[in-house]
């Protein structure tokens, strides 16, 4: 008897780097992933507490989701999260409802905002930008993080906790592997003694403001009618019914 296969309808989401930081051997430069729509077996990994207790439960979900012959932990953070706005909307629809005050209020997430990296100033295939800090006027070039980075930051974080549980370290930790020189020097003993004792306060702060503007991401971001009828632009929490809607 012959077998029968069943075909799941699949979905190109596009990326906001336009796969324009991955080498061009790499499948993720085409700058789009191939996901399929959720089914019993990706409610049953939401569902699993194991994955839950772990934190690993969306990253499960969404590599059962993807297609595309990729390596997952290869994804800079804002292409990751264009594919988990896709995974919802591909699982429950465009309509996400959460609380706002006493209030309900539902966004239409196919209208979040994507902001793409701009291609006619970036060299393809190099994960590599330059900055430079305007108060102490300190060159620097830097990368955008992958999930590896994340997991290797994350690593390192806990492993300061197991020494002082009041450690606070996430802003400097996150800089040390996201900066690739400072002042032309890359040796990473040199650039962590910088984030330590020499990057400014003031400058940080421009740094993760030029991030927010220029880094390839999807902005959960909704335009909301308030109760006096003005228009105003609200964030979107990312609350427990996102993925396990009521």
């Not at 880094?215 to 959960?220: A, H």
């Amino acid at each position: 008897m012959e077998d029968n296969k069943f075909k799941f309808p699949t979905e190109m989401v596009d990326l906001p780097s336009k796969g324009l930081i991955y080498p061009a051997d790499n499948p993720l430069s085409s700058g789009k992933v191939e996901m399929k729509y959720m089914t019993a077996k990706e409610e049953d990994i939401l569902t699993n507490q194991n994955y839950i207790k772990q934190g690993v439960v969306l990253d499960k979900l969404l590599q059962s989701l993807i297609v595309s012959k990729i390596n997952y932990d290869e994804l800079i953070v804002g292409d990751k999260n264009a594919i988990m706005i896709a995974s919802r909307i591909l699982g429950y629809g465009k309509d996400y409802s959460f609380k706002m005050g006493e209030e309900t209020v539902t966004v239409d997430l196919t209208e979040c905002p994507t902001r793409y990296l701009d291609e006619l100033t970036h060299t393809p295939g190099t994960n590599n930008f330059s900055y430079t800090f305007p108060h102490s006027k300190t060159e620097i070039t830097y990368k955008l993080l992958t999930g590896k980075d994340e997991k290797e930051v994350q690593a390192e974080l806990d492993g300061l906790k197991k020494i002082d549980k009041n450690s606070s370290a996430e802003l400097s930790t996150r800089l040390k592997y996201m900066i690739l020189s400072v002042g032309g020097n890359t040796d990473k003993k040199t650039i962590r003694e910088f984030v330590d004792n020499y990057l400014l306060a003031r400058d940080s702060k421009d740094f993760r403001e030029h991030l927010k503007k220029t880094q390839p991401d999807i902005e959960l971001t909704a335009n909301y009618i308030n109760s006096d009828g003005e228009s105003e632009v609200i964030n979107i929490p990312i609350t427990i019914t996102f993925f396990w809607p009521e």
